[in-house]
Nanobody
Framework: EVQLVETGGGLVQTGGSLTLSCQGS????????VCWFRQVPGKEREGVSC????????YYADSVKDRFTISSDNARNMVTLQMDSLKPEETAVYYC????????????????????WGQGTQITVSS
């Protein structure tokens, strides 16, 4: 059974930092694209960042460039998202997703569906 478990969410003040982790089991992060999405109730899901786990190519939404850093530890089957300078409007549930390596394919990875999803972790940025 494939499982993705996100950890690291919580409450942080504006300008603070958090690190999210996505731990995979039942699959191997090697030829996959792993992404982070976020969603606020009543709003559309938003792509945050993706990584090509085999080629270590990264992709970021414009809104998080230079503040967020995605990385992959294939030996541990884990992808992390370091988030700095957080803003109140980034309060959301953050989800990890695994699927085809669209980053390596050179297309917008946020436009595609992903095969496996985690349960999500809440991040609240207080003003």
């Amino acid at each position: 059974e494939v499982q993705l478990v996100e950890t690291g969410g919580g409450l942080v003040q504006t300008g603070g930092s958090l690190t999210l982790s996505c731990q995979g089991s039942g699959l191997i992060f090697y030829n996959d694209g792993v992404c982070w999405f976020r969603q606020v109730p009543g709003k559309e899901r938003e792509g945050v960042s993706c990584i090509s786990t085999r080629h270590d190519i990264t992709y970021y939404a414009d809104s998080v460039k230079d503040r967020f850093t995605i990385s992959s530890d294939n030996a541990r089957n884990m992808v992390t998202l370091q988030m700095d300078s957080l803003k109140p409007e980034e309060t959301a549930v953050y989800y990890c997703a695994v699927g085809h390596d669209y980053v390596r394919a050179g297309v917008d990875p946020f436009m595609y569906e992903y095969e496996f999803w985690g349960q999500g972790t809440q991040i609240t940025v207080s003003s």
